[in-house]
């Protein structure tokens, strides 16, 4: 173990580099780094695993920084442990196309495991990653070849709790008994508004335990020692996460700053700076760092043992099961099966070839039941609606621990025993959404979820993080419209669907039948790099016959033509439409036909993925010079950049009443939708 003041020094490195940093940039948040120096160095140097030459290694343990306005704790860390990330990134903090942001960006800097900066989201997504660990572990491991094996660790603080989302993944990893979730909290009891004892005053102890945590503490979060010695007893808890609460000063070292909301979020300056390193006793140039302070972080050697101990185990895993090394390893590259492309197929082609007449979110149970038995690293969801969203099936069994916290397994249709598959979130979609984009983080498991689409506005932040992430999670949003008839406008989605489309990255689908629903789940699971959001109706949907299923995962196609009704006329308009109204467009093209008005019917399940088509497909589908008329039961101001002269949409909330009386009522009927193409052509 290291002295005394090989700890100060080793601390004193961060907070020199958090100080010196924020300074050049005249930007960020000195503070929290300064503060939590300490339990850095407690943690990094003598508990954490990991590989600076190698960030991404299977078996590493997982860091958070959930309280990520505290970056450069990180990114000094990543420096001098060995990552790829040398002195004059960290001079470039916060600056144009640098890998030091102002908030922690996965994929920009190596080493950092998610984005955070959303307080409460980090240890959220911590929850996702000791989840994703927890199944792995159990799924792989075998026979005393522990390949999966490792903690998550996560350091929050005050904001992180007071957060409402930290209340719903604390209880979600207390019931699931993610003993290897470490949390360490930085109770330093200062926000941006100052001392927050007059708005914060949990029993942040008692709180944790109800959950089912293990609680260690307060510690002395500047006594190194005493840090780890609390990590070690973390590390042993059998069945519990734990939460670490550290007592720290925010702005540890500075004479005139500690312990005030002024070392929060604005550089010290260069006056209070120099007597900071005057009290530290830290008399080195700014981003000077000693050549014994690297040498006592640098972590490559270590962490390169630990890799080839792993390297050591997993060969002999390979040797006595090759086949399950080999899906370990595909999941953890998030590549699909070979027979994927296949599967999705035939599950296209079964849905064209039966022609039910099903709501969509039964749609997507049928595609779910295909593509979980193809796919076991599909871990499914719902908060507290699985009867409504229908994101259970049978090779999916409810997920469940027993009293020692091991998971619960049943046997499936052959036999085989398996782990749960299906999560019951209970009433928490933010802590779902966020959960799931730890899962994905983590790697080994493709999460999807559902609610009502009313209630994306409960995951939106954790749905945008996804987008800003590239992580390929699924959001189910069942009840899309006003055809959930009598629940009224608090649960009728009016401009849900529009302002989901406005996320960059965030594919948005809205399927008409059977199998758009079916293509439209495989190009979500295909899309490796964005979530994607179905938006799936209650009511039912007929079938609409199609002459082209290839064309449907370009997110829009020619549906009906004049000719397939009929008449060998040209098209003299188009209608637009998406989902539940595919049908009054094609039920008004037949009208309009009886009064010698021919029109094209085009579908769109999909904007966000038509919009990245070619410029000569979209001119197929929409061709210049044709008047076109949008119809969706929703917002309308999303149509009008396709160049549409009416849109038959709802801008007001809806009302409670049964379906049918609520379309008539809001003009959504065949007769109305003909009625407005022929005044578009009438102009």
């Not at 608090?490 to 401009?495: A, L, N, P, R």
Request: net charge negative; with cysteine; aromatic share 8%.
């Amino acid at each position: 173990m290291a002295n005394t003041q090989q700890h100060q020094d080793m601390a004193n490195a961060i907070r020199a580099l958090a100080m010196d940093a924020v300074q050049l940039a005249n930007s960020g948040h000195p503070g929290a780094p300064m503060g939590m120096a300490d339990m850095a160095v407690a943690l990094w140097s003598q508990h954490l695993k990991h590989s600076p030459s190698n960030p991404n290694w299977l078996d590493r343990d997982r860091f958070v920084l959930s309280n990520g306005h505290g970056s450069m704790l990180i990114y000094a860390l990543l420096h001098l442990t060995g990552y790829d990330l040398p002195m004059d990134e960290l001079k470039n903090f916060r600056k144009l196309h640098s890998k030091t942001a102002g908030h922690p960006e996965v994929g920009i800097t190596p080493g950092v495991e998610t984005t955070t900066g959303p307080l409460g989201q980090g240890i959220t997504n911590a929850v996702g990653f000791a989840l994703a660990e927890k199944l792995l572990a159990k799924e792989f491991n075998r026979d005393g070849h522990a390949v999966v094996d490792h903690h998550t660790y996560a350091f929050l603080g005050d904001g992180c709790l007071m957060e409402g989302i930290s209340h719903e993944a604390a209880a979600l990893a207390g019931a699931w008994k993610l003993n290897k979730l470490i949390a360490l909290y930085d109770d330093n009891g200062i926000s941006i508004d100052g001392q927050v004892a007059p708005w914060f005053i949990d029993n942040t102890a008692q709180r944790f335990q109800a959950y089912g945590w293990n609680v260690i503490g307060p510690v002395d979060g500047h006594d190194v020692d005493a840090v780890s010695q609390a990590i070690a007893q973390a590390k042993a808890s059998a069945s519990a996460p734990s939460l670490i609460i550290c007592k720290t000063a925010i702005g540890k070292g500075s004479p005139n700053r500690a312990n005030t909301a002024k070392a929060h979020g604005e550089p010290l300056g260069a006056e209070e700076i120099g007597l900071t390193r005057a009290a530290l006793g830290w008399n080195h140039a700014p981003f000077e760092i000693p050549a014994d302070v690297y040498a006592g972080w640098d972590a490559k050697t270590k962490g390169q043992a630990a890799e080839g101990e792993w390297d050591a185990r997993f060969a002999a895993y390979q040797a006595a099961h090759p086949e399950l090394a080999a899906e370990l390893l595909r999941r953890m590259a998030g590549e699909l099966p070979k027979n994927f492309a296949q599967v999705a197929v035939d599950a296209a082609i079964a849905a064209h070839t039966k022609a039910e007449t099903v709501a969509s979110r039964k749609a997507s149970q049928l595609a779910l039941e295909a593509f979980t038995a193809a796919l076991p690293e599909l871990l499914g969801g719902s908060a507290d609606l699985t009867g409504s969203n229908l994101t259970n099936t049978k090779s999916t069994p409810n997920l469940r621990f027993d009293a020692a916290g091991d998971v619960v397994q049943t046997a499936d249709a052959e036999g085989r025993l398996i782990g749960g598959r299906h999560i019951n979130y209970g009433v928490r979609e933010f802590g779902m959404a966020a959960i799931m984009n730890g899962v994905a983080l983590h790697g080994g498991f493709i999460p999807y979820g559902g609610t009502f689409l009313t209630f994306s506005d409960y995951s939106r932040n954790a749905i945008r993080m996804a987008a800003l992430m590239k992580q390929r999670v699924i959001h189910v949003f069942t009840h899309d419209s006003i055809g959930l008839g009598e629940d009224g406008p608090t649960h009728q989605s009016i401009e849900h669907a529009a302002s989901l489309r406005l996320i960059p990255n965030l594919d948005v689908w809205r399927p008409a039948d059977t199998a758009e629903t079916t293509i439209a789940w495989a190009v979500a699971l295909e899309n490796k790099n964005r979530p994607t959001a179905l938006l799936l109706s209650r009511q039912n949907l007929p079938y609409s016959p199609k002459k082209d299923l290839g064309e449907i995962s370009r997110g829009a196609y020619i549906l009906s033509e004049p000719a397939d009704i009929g008449f060998k006329k040209k098209a003299q308009a188009v209608i637009i439409a998406t989902g539940s109204e595919v049908q009054l467009a094609l039920a008004a093209q037949k009208l309009l036909a009886e009064k010698k008005v021919f029109v094209r019917v085009v579908s769109v399940p999909s904007t966000t993925t038509f919009d990245r088509q070619t410029v000569a497909y979209k001119k197929s589908v929409l061709p210049a010079g044709l008047p076109r008329v949008a119809v969706e039961m929703g917002s309308t101001d999303g149509w009008w950049k396709y160049g549409v002269s009416a849109v038959v949409g709802i801008d007001t909330y809806g009302e409670s009443a049964p379906a049918p009386v609520l379309f008539k009522h809001f003009g959504f009927t065949p007769e109305n939708v003909a009625d407005t193409v022929r005044a578009v052509l009438a102009k």
